[in-house]
């Protein structure tokens, strides 16, 4: 799966493309590294990994993106489109699981409506914003689960979120393990839990479950 990302990142001559790893058991370093990408070696969770891609970056604009999702084509002019759009901070994509279940066209539909009417992408989303951005937040958040929500939540508090029109696609693996609506639930307990101040300790525990 992360050759395939990677292929289609370094077809784009001008990306900068940095694979950070948290530990893996399989070959995801050693792939990295026979395909010429930079690689870094940091365990102790994803915030502090991506947080480690966006120290090691040397471009003006930061791109996360789950090793198991494919950006559109012509990404890198949709997200400088995006970034110039007026009073935009930050934007990412909307979301195409690859899978053939009709419930999947339901969660995508139901992501890209919160994404859109709510301005509320999450990770898996390709997220995007400035250095500068990125630098005046302070990155994510040191938590262990809904860095991501909670980047997001303080971005919305500075400017808009932007949702380009094309989809990433990502694989439908995770909602496959347990079944669509028994992930679905599970996510959206996660959400509620972390609102009513569940400590992401737990939450993180439940979320490793799918």
């Not at 990142?9 to 995801?28: A, M, N, Q, W």
């Not at 198991?68 to 997200?79: E, G, K, M």
């Not at 990155?139 to 929500?149: A, N, Q, S, T, W």
Request: glycine share 8%; with cysteine; hydrophobic share 45%.
């Amino acid at each position: 799966m992360i050759q395939t990302t990677l292929q289609r990142l370094l077809d784009e001559p001008d990306i900068e493309v940095i694979v950070v790893d948290g530990g893996s058991e399989d070959k995801t370093v050693e792939l990295a590294n026979s395909m010429g990408v930079k690689v870094i070696i940091c365990p102790g969770g994803r915030a502090r990994q991506m947080n480690a891609g966006a120290e090691a970056a040397t471009g003006d604009i930061l791109l996360f993106l789950h090793a198991d999702t494919q950006l559109p084509d012509r990404y890198p002019a949709i997200v400088e489109e995006v970034l110039r759009t007026p009073q935009t901070i930050a934007g990412a994509f909307e979301l195409k699981i690859d899978g053939k279940e009709r419930s999947l066209r339901l969660v995508e539909r139901m992501v890209n409506w919160r994404s859109r009417f709510l301005s509320l992408p999450y990770g898996d989303q390709a997220i995007f914003l400035k250095v500068s951005v990125f630098q005046e937040m302070g990155g994510f958040p040191d938590l262990p689960i809904m860095e991501d929500f909670e980047l997001i939540s303080r971005l919305k508090r500075r400017g808009k979120i932007a949702i380009a029109h094309l989809p990433v696609l990502t694989s439908a693996r995770r909602w496959q393990r347990l079944g669509v609506w028994r992930t679905a639930l599970i996510n959206q307990l996660i959400i509620l839990g972390y609102f009513l101040g569940v400590p992401p300790i737990q939450l993180k525990r439940l979320y490793t479950k799918q």
